[in-house]
């Protein structure tokens, strides 16, 4: 199976973002390991967990020490994906000490914050069971920060949505708006695309019944998103476009309410709170 750096390696550059990443940390010398620690020292460290959920951003850690020493040593215990409980370890690393204590914060805040949202849309992606919704993110990201962010919610057991701007032809409502009403818009995005000949899926906004009849009557998009609806207008909607096109719920929908939107018959639920609105798991990364 490829990998998601693999996958997404056109768009985002690991090595870029870890030198941008210690040029901000390290700066011009970790001088508090200079000064206590001897230059060729080898230690050992253990990834503790601290509390239950699920972990992410194991194979983005060992990638990144490949990255900054490529001599350390990883023992990996526990895969990405993998439900943990405080007290269990996830890998052990051994090299030279200055150098794993210049990755230790880095490796904890990619980790803690991807397995904060692997957990999250775990746990969301578990409401909707018994149903054919999964669970997506949206450009609701942390600028820079995308790529972990994304890869967290895959781990978690969700989806992408699309990945940016230049992946899907998404027309919302200010879009609605600006080109002239929705049959516009969905008209200006095909002429847009076969004059481009760029393939690309079209989704678009719908804020009510009659915005979805008028999708119906155009055609030509791949998705229809159901934009702050209650899950009985969900259920009317979903009837109404009979499997013509896949369906999209978003708009203020909460663990309080996701299972009657999964239960209404959508293909995907979206969520801008995986990424902006999410609790970091606790870990920590100690000497032994």
């Not at 060729?40 to 460290?45: A, L, T």
């Not at 049959?183 to 009659?210: C, M, S, Y």
Request: overall charge positive; proline content about 1%.
């Amino acid at each position: 199976m490829i990998s998601y750096i693999e996958l997404h390696k056109n768009n985002f550059n690991l090595k870029r973002f870890v030198a941008n990443a210690l040029k901000e940390d390290v700066g011009s010398g970790d001088f508090t390991s200079e000064a206590t620690i001897p230059k060729n020292h080898i230690g050992k460290m253990r990834l503790l967990v601290k509390e239950a959920g699920i972990i992410a951003g194991v194979e983005a850690a060992i990638e990144i020490l490949k990255i900054i020493d490529k001599k350390i040593k990883v023992e990996k215990l526990i895969n990405d994906g993998a439900s943990v409980k405080a007290g269990e370890i996830v890998f052990y690393l051994t090299g030279n000490t200055q150098k794993l204590l210049i990755a230790e914060r880095l490796i904890l805040n990619i980790m803690q914050r991807m397995s904060g949202i692997a957990t999250k849309t775990h746990y969301l992606q578990n409401l909707c069971k018994g149903t054919k919704a999964k669970v997506i993110d949206t450009r609701k990201t942390t600028p820079g920060f995308r790529f972990f962010e994304k890869w967290a919610v895959v781990i978690g057991g969700g989806a992408n949505h699309r990945y940016g701007l230049y992946d899907m032809i998404m027309i919302k409502d200010n879009h609605v708006d600006f080109a002239g009403g929705i049959t516009e818009a969905i008209k200006a995005a095909n002429t847009f695309l076969n004059k481009k000949k760029i393939k690309i899926p079209i989704e678009v906004e719908t804020r009510g019944i009659d915005d979805v009849k008028k999708v119906l009557a155009i055609g030509n998009v791949d998705r229809i998103m159901l934009d702050n609806y209650t899950p009985q207008q969900t259920k009317a909607a979903v009837k109404l476009i009979n499997n013509k096109f896949k369906i999209e719920s978003s708009g203020g929908i909460t663990e309080k309410t996701i299972a009657s939107y999964a239960k209404a018959g959508v293909d995907f639920i979206s969520i801008g709170a995986l990424t902006h609105h999410v609790k970091s798991l606790d870990l920590s990364l100690k000497a032994l």
